[in-house]
């Protein structure tokens, strides 16, 4: 199947630097900027202010729902098709798969990092937080 390669193809520098580090590192990474201290996640280039000088900065991958849908099987995700919005701990909202079925998700539930892998690309993933997390 080769519907992920658009991943790895085409990726503007910074994008391609994030997908790297959460396939290598197992960890969401945000760009910090220098100048005003933003977090910028998902990261950018620029910075909102106007400053190119920014450091990746390692996030804990925890986050709450604050959105879901679900998708029949399609271009990007051949399964799990239950996908949504996170706003993550301390900033930022990215978009990624659920790992759950939709009865387990709510609005504002607490979830974590579970990345997904299909056929040797990383996706973003989050999982609802359990018992023993
Ligand atoms: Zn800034």
């Given at each position: 199947m080769?519907?992920?390669r658009y991943v790895?193809?085409?990726?503007?520098p910074t994008s391609r630097e994030f997908y790297r580090r959460l396939g290598e590192e197992r960890a969401i990474f945000g760009l910090r900027c220098r100048h005003c201290g933003k977090l910028n996640l998902p990261p950018r280039r620029?910075?909102?202010c106007g400053s190119q000088s920014q450091q990746w900065e390692r996030r804990t991958g925890g986050g709450?729902?604050?959105a879901f849908t679900t998708q029949a099987?399609?271009?990007r995700f051949a399964e799990p098709q239950v996908?949504?919005?996170i706003d993550l701990d301390g900033g930022g909202r990215l978009f990624g798969v659920l790992n759950a079925?939709?009865?387990e998700l709510a609005i504002g539930i607490p979830v974590t990092l579970d990345l997904?892998?299909?056929?040797g690309t990383v996706l973003l993933g989050f999982r609802p937080l359990s018992e023993g997390d």
């Amino acid at each position: 199947m080769d519907l992920l390669r658009y991943v790895d193809r085409d990726m503007e520098p910074t994008s391609r630097e994030f997908y790297r580090r959460l396939g290598e590192e197992r960890a969401i990474f945000g760009l910090r900027c220098r100048h005003c201290g933003k977090l910028n996640l998902p990261p950018r280039r620029h910075c909102a202010c106007g400053s190119q000088s920014q450091q990746w900065e390692r996030r804990t991958g925890g986050g709450r729902v604050h959105a879901f849908t679900t998708q029949a099987g399609a271009f990007r995700f051949a399964e799990p098709q239950v996908i949504g919005l996170i706003d993550l701990d301390g900033g930022g909202r990215l978009f990624g798969v659920l790992n759950a079925a939709v009865g387990e998700l709510a609005i504002g539930i607490p979830v974590t990092l579970d990345l997904v892998e299909v056929e040797g690309t990383v996706l973003l993933g989050f999982r609802p937080l359990s018992e023993g997390d």
